[in-house]
């Protein structure tokens, strides 16, 4: 299940596609569910945050719960629901801050948060070492380090592993 078809959101979905994945989108901007339409994609025009909407798109048969809206309340909003729902669902949340990758991680080690500006970062930086010189297991392993990190402890300590 897919909440949220947005910038995020509809790269996600196209990537799903891609390998036949199989997802229903759930998405309260009336404009934003015509494209998957036309795209043969089941899609909810509903607000995740409401269990009533999880509930239609049959979260308790989801294996893997995808949540990228933009607001951090919103999502943690999601999640909660869809746990109480379907306490075995995987989840993996669009997150602004350490924070929020923390809550995630303190609900379920298995899940993922992501968020925007550190993946950024890692792929501006990782392509600089590259450019540079630096072996590819090597820059891999530095961007794993700091993908770990709280991007204050990180800054702080620049590499120190």
Not at 108 to 131: K, N, P, T, W, Y
């Amino acid at each position: 299940m897919l909440v949220g078809y947005g910038r995020v959101g509809v790269l996600v979905a196209a990537a799903l596609r891609r390998h036949d994945i199989p997802f229903i989108v759930v998405e309260d901007d009336r404009n934003r569910t015509e494209l998957p339409r036309q795209q043969d994609m089941p899609v909810l025009w509903a607000n995740g945050t409401q269990p009533e909407s999880l509930e239609a798109a049959r979260i308790g048969h989801a294996r893997l719960l995808i949540v990228t809206l933009p607001l951090g309340w919103e999502a943690r909003r999601v999640v909660e629901l869809a746990r109480a729902a379907n306490p075995r669902i995987v989840v993996t949340v669009r997150a602004h801050q350490d924070a929020e990758v923390d809550w995630l991680h303190d609900l379920d080690s298995a899940g993922l948060a992501v968020m925007g500006e550190r993946e950024v970062a890692l792929g501006i930086a990782e392509f600089a070492m590259r450019r540079m010189g630096v072996p590819p297991e090597a820059a891999e392993a530095t961007v794993e380090v700091l993908r770990k990190r709280r991007v204050a402890d990180a800054a702080a300590a620049g590499l120190g592993a």
